[in-house]
């Protein structure tokens, strides 16, 4: 259905909103803020984040978020409205840019907050005796890399904030887990332990990369550095064609439908603008998937396509989670960068 009738989808479902696509609009809002100096764009973020606020889910530490539909992981079913180390990151973010640029109290302590939550909620599962990984909600028991790399960048942006002790030190740890599993050509598995997770693809390297450098920013440590190069470098090697096109996966070890993923562009196009201060081609690549992205992807009422099929068959549902607020908030991060230059 979703390869030959993806519209099918519009007829039995209900629209609903994403915490994680409200606050990637939230931040590419605030991008217009900064660069236009135009309080409607700052306006329009404090609009999305009341709504945000509203939508927590109760009874855990702080201020937390998930998907408004139950989550099949490898490992559990993940009830909809669980909290979920993969979605509270990019809100964490989101309320720190309000309180930037709006010098709102409120939203420092909602950021706070939400710092409470990563810290005592989601788990931690001992790997060494210097690292841990995290579970991917509260519930589980999961060794997957990017989450780990998301609670790490909050922890550590938040003892920045707060002076938290506590959270740099859980930060380390997890830092540590992804350090210890980068393979010796750079990459990184899904997860350990789950031969089901023992993938390497774009995107979720791409979070691993760039919540490392968030990370790093704070903490200035050269081996995280040095792992930052070596898992560009991968990323760059063997997960892009010869026209640097991102491909999907790195090694395809069964019969693979998608061709083309946008949340590939989306998170390559940021995690160059990241890393442009440190790897000097990141830049000119992220500029060279936007271009291709508007030249070839992007549809005449402005939205982008969702993914391309084997047989060159489009997906052009314009799904927020998926990546329309990611690639919004990609062109916008762009364009204040190269305004900025």
Not at 21 to 47: R, V
Request: net charge positive.
């Amino acid at each position: 259905m979703e390869l030959f009738f993806p519209y099918f989808r519009v007829i039995v479902t209900q629209k609903k909103r994403f915490p994680i696509a409200d606050a990637h609009l939230i931040l590419g809002y605030i991008n217009l803020f900064k660069l236009k100096k135009n309080e409607y764009f700052l306006d329009e973020a404090i609009n999305i984040s009341e709504e945000l606020i509203q939508k927590s889910i109760p009874g855990y530490s702080g201020y937390c978020w998930g998907y408004p539909f139950n989550w099949q992981t490898s490992k559990i079913l993940a009830k909809k409205e669980t909290p979920l180390i993969t979605t509270v990151p990019y809100c964490f973010e989101a309320f720190l840019s309000l309180y930037d640029n709006s010098k709102q109290q409120k939203y420092l302590d909602v950021a706070h907050s939400i710092a409470q939550f990563v810290s005592k909620d989601i788990k931690e599962i001992p790997v060494s005796k210097v690292s841990s990984a995290c579970s991917y909600s509260p519930l589980d028991k999961s060794k997957v890399m990017n989450a780990s790399a998301y609670r790490a960048y909050v922890l550590t942006e938040a003892f920045h904030r707060f002076g938290i002790s506590e959270f740099k030190e859980k930060a380390v740890r997890n830092i540590n887990f992804i350090l210890e599993n980068q393979r010796l050509d750079g990459s990184w598995l899904y997860a350990i332990e789950n031969p089901h997770n023992a993938f390497i693809d774009n995107f979720h390297t791409c979070l691993v990369l760039k919540n490392l450098y968030k990370a790093n920013v704070y903490l200035g440590n050269d081996e995280i550095h040095d792992a930052i190069e070596k898992g560009y470098n991968f990323y760059r090697k063997h997960l892009f064609t010869i026209s640097d096109i991102p491909r999907p996966f790195a090694v395809l070890k069964r019969m693979q439908l998608v061709k083309i993923e946008m949340y590939d562009y989306a998170e390559g196009i940021s995690l160059g603008i990241l890393l442009k201060d440190k790897i000097p081609e990141a830049l000119s690549l992220a500029k060279k998937l936007a271009k291709d992205v508007y030249l070839f992807f992007q549809l005449a009422d402005g939205h982008f396509v969702t993914r391309i099929y084997k047989w060159g068959l489009r997906n052009t549902i314009p799904y927020i989670r998926w990546p329309q607020a990611q690639m919004f908030y990609a062109f916008t991060l762009l364009l204040n960068n190269i305004e900025s230059d």
